[in-house]
């Protein structure tokens, strides 16, 4: 509104300038030569339209920019949960988790390090993960692996989510000291728990040891992050990691599969 009083006032003030122009003292003057007149007023008045016109433009470039600075920014949250309700694969993601395969590590103390260096990779699309044998998932390394997940967990419903991450391993009768495993586990970046623990040795029939979570869940797409390690036992036969989860429709823990687990894909 100011801005069209100012853009009034100066049209007037030209206006008046005209006419001052045309009526002033040499008016008589001005009537014996009537035609150039009339076209200096023209050539004003097209001057004065040019004038108005660039004004009114600039006013609304300015609003307009105003206007888009105070937007709102815009996180990933909405684009995350429409993915999630139109199936995930559509908007470039694809099912299950990315698995990269690392060395494990030779001593307990450094089960919370994660290795700069990998082996291997693949996907997981849930299941148990043959740590032991990660030939069985293209992976061409002899020796006992830790893997990494990396992907998006769908949720499908609102509460209480839990995941656990279980070991199993069997081994000879010649060992004395346990294995020792780790599960640490992040949200959006936010860590929601980090769990060690020992598998009994010996393990001449499977033994295992279990660690969860729970985190509180919308619908939606989440950044899932997972680090399981375990050390490696004397005489070992085959050690098993897998990942489980427990919904608020679920009565207990079940093997999370490849619909709940979701990678980007190229």
Same mark, same amino acid.
């Given at each position: 509104?100011? =801005?069209?009083?100012?853009?009034?006032?100066?049209?007037?003030?030209?206006?008046?300038?005209?006419?001052?122009?045309?009526?002033?003292?040499?008016?008589?003057?001005?009537?014996?030569?009537?035609?150039?007149?009339?076209?200096?007023?023209?050539?004003?008045?097209?001057?004065?339209?040019?004038?108005?016109?660039?004004?009114?433009?600039?006013?609304?470039?300015?609003?307009?920019?105003?206007?888009?600075?105070?937007?709102?920014?815009?996180?990933?949250?909405?684009?995350?949960?429409?993915?999630?309700?139109?199936?995930?694969?559509?908007?470039?993601? =694809?099912?299950?988790?990315?698995?990269?395969?690392?060395?494990?590590?030779?001593?307990?103390?450094?089960?919370?390090?994660?290795?700069?260096?990998?082996?291997?990779?693949?996907?997981?699309?849930?299941?148990?993960?043959?740590?032991?044998?990660?030939?069985?998932?293209?992976?061409?390394?002899?020796?006992?692996?830790?893997?990494?997940?990396?992907?998006?967990?769908?949720?499908?419903?609102?509460?209480?989510?839990?995941?656990?991450?279980?070991?199993?391993?069997?081994?000879?009768?010649?060992?004395?000291?346990?294995?020792?495993?780790?599960?640490?586990?992040?949200?959006?970046?936010?860590?929601?728990?980090?769990?060690?623990?020992?598998?009994?040795?010996?393990?001449?029939?499977?033994?295992?040891?279990?660690?969860?979570?729970?985190?509180?869940?919308?619908?939606?797409?989440?950044?899932?992050?997972?680090?399981?390690?375990?050390?490696?036992?004397?005489?070992?036969?085959?050690?098993?990691? =897998?990942?489980?989860?427990?919904?608020?429709?679920?009565?207990?823990?079940?093997?999370?599969?490849?619909?709940?687990?979701?990678?980007?894909?190229?």
């Amino acid at each position: 509104m100011t =801005q069209r009083k100012s853009v009034g006032g100066l049209a007037l003030g030209i206006g008046i300038a005209a006419l001052s122009f045309v009526e002033g003292p040499g008016f008589a003057l001005a009537q014996d030569r009537q035609p150039e007149t009339q076209k200096q007023l023209d050539r004003i008045e097209q001057k004065l339209d040019s004038l108005i016109e660039h004004l009114g433009i600039t006013g609304q470039g300015g609003a307009s920019a105003k206007s888009n600075d105070s937007m709102p920014a815009t996180g990933n949250d909405d684009a995350k949960k429409q993915a999630s309700s139109e199936g995930g694969a559509s908007q470039g993601y =694809q099912r299950g988790a990315l698995a990269i395969a690392r060395a494990a590590p030779a001593k307990k103390d450094n089960l919370p390090d994660i290795p700069a260096d990998s082996v291997g990779s693949f996907v997981y699309i849930g299941g148990a993960i043959p740590l032991s044998e990660p030939s069985r998932n293209g992976v061409l390394y002899t020796g006992l692996t830790s893997v990494e997940l990396q992907g998006w967990l769908k949720i499908a419903e609102p509460g209480r989510t839990q995941l656990a991450v279980e070991y199993r391993a069997t081994t000879g009768s010649n060992v004395f000291v346990n294995a020792g495993c780790i599960a640490s586990l992040w949200l959006e970046d936010r860590s929601i728990g980090s769990q060690h623990g020992e598998i009994p040795m010996p393990a001449r029939e499977q033994k295992s040891v279990s660690f969860i979570f729970g985190a509180d869940l919308q619908p939606g797409l989440y950044k899932l992050r997972a680090w399981l390690a375990c050390t490696e036992p004397r005489d070992l036969r085959a050690l098993n990691a =897998q990942l489980l989860i427990k919904t608020p429709g679920d009565m207990n823990l079940r093997m999370i599969d490849s619909g709940e687990l979701l990678h980007q894909g190229s």
